[in-house]
């Protein structure tokens, strides 16, 4: 029951995060007029929130309450893949190819992983 509760707390957390991050980044491309869409700023943040999101579902049905660290280590592994295949995709599709959008997508992937970290590591000290 207290397990479930903190689960609960922790997807609370991440999606208020999340839009945060959301918020923060249209602000700070309208502050320093970075020339990026709007449009693309959101998809980077849908595809990443449904990309954690999913890995964590599948984390928690394939692991269960068991410690595998291989396993984990291989979904991750494969977030990466996902991640890669998806600028490639976009960076293929786009005739200008905008540094800036790589750029966005990094520095939300890398603060969105770390605050995943870190909600993870508060949860088990509990």
């Known amino acids: 029951m207290f397990l479930i509760k903190q689960q609960k707390k922790m997807q609370k957390s991440k999606f208020s995060i999340a839009i945060t991050l959301v918020l923060i980044n249209l602000f700070s491309l309208w502050l320093f007029e970075i020339k990026a869409k709007t449009q693309e700023v959101l998809i980077i943040h849908a595809f990443l929130f449904a990309l954690f999101f999913l890995t964590e579902l599948v984390q928690k ?12 280590l291989s979904i991750n ?35 969105l992983l770390f605050s995943d970290i870190f909600l993870k590591l508060k949860t088990t000290k509990k």
């Open 61 to 72: 049905t394939c692991i269960g309450y068991k410690n595998q660290p291989h396993l984990i």
């Open 77 to 111: 592994f494969f977030r990466i893949i996902v991640c890669v295949g998806f600028l490639f995709f976009h960076y293929i599709s786009d005739k200008n190819h905008k540094n800036i959008y790589i750029y966005n997508f990094i520095v939300v992937y890398f603060f």
